[in-house]
């Protein structure tokens, strides 16, 4: 049996259908080889962040339980995205959709392909807040727990859609 790590992922859209390119996100990591979609957020909007006059994003984050290894869930996040019209025309460009892992269990990695734990999401009230909404108690290596970091972002605009 394949021991398994529990990743996040952050997920976000701003250009087409956001909500459809969120569920149809959820419902593609739900099927990746060797891993179970454990939990989901609920969806949110946010303003953008260091990109003035975008579209507002639809957020979430996901935790799966995974047999992948990091570099290549990644890869299986970037095919995904890929296969939703992602395109990678310029830094903070809007997107159809877009896939960040943000921790994968207690590993810290440091290369030109993937940063792990993700560097800026201790500064990010989309991510902060849907990871507080499926567990308040993790702890961001190097910055404590989630819901002690809710505090930090709240001058950043974000709503939960029902």
């Known amino acids: 049996m394949i021991p398994l790590v529990r990743a996040w992922v952050a997920l976000g859209a701003n250009l087409g259908e956001p909500r459809a390119a969120l569920d149809r996100a959820f419902e593609s990591l739900a099927r990746l080889p060797q ?3 454990v939990a989901r957020s609920s969806h949110y909007r946010t303003a953008p962040v260091d990109a003035p006059g975008q579209p507002d994003y639809w957020n979430a984050v996901a935790a799966l339980d995974t047999g992948l290894e990091p570099l290549s869930l990644l890869r299986a996040l970037q095919t995904i ?4 019209g992602r395109e990678r025309s310029f830094r903070n ?3 159809t959709l877009d ?3 943000l921790l994968y269990g207690d590993i810290t990695l440091d290369t030109p392909e993937l940063i792990l734990p993700h560097p800026r999401m201790h ?5 902060l807040v849907p990871l507080a909404e499926i567990d308040p108690d993790l702890r961001l290596p190097g910055h404590g ?5 809710l505090p930090s972002v709240r001058d950043q605009r974000i709503e939960r859609i029902e």
């Open 35 to 37: 891993s179970r979609l």
């Open 93 to 95: 460009a809007p997107r």
């Open 145 to 149: 727990r989630v819901s002690a970091l």
């Open 81 to 84: 995205e890929t296969s939703n």
């Open 123 to 127: 500064q990010r009230a989309f991510v």
């Open 99 to 101: 896939l960040d892992l």
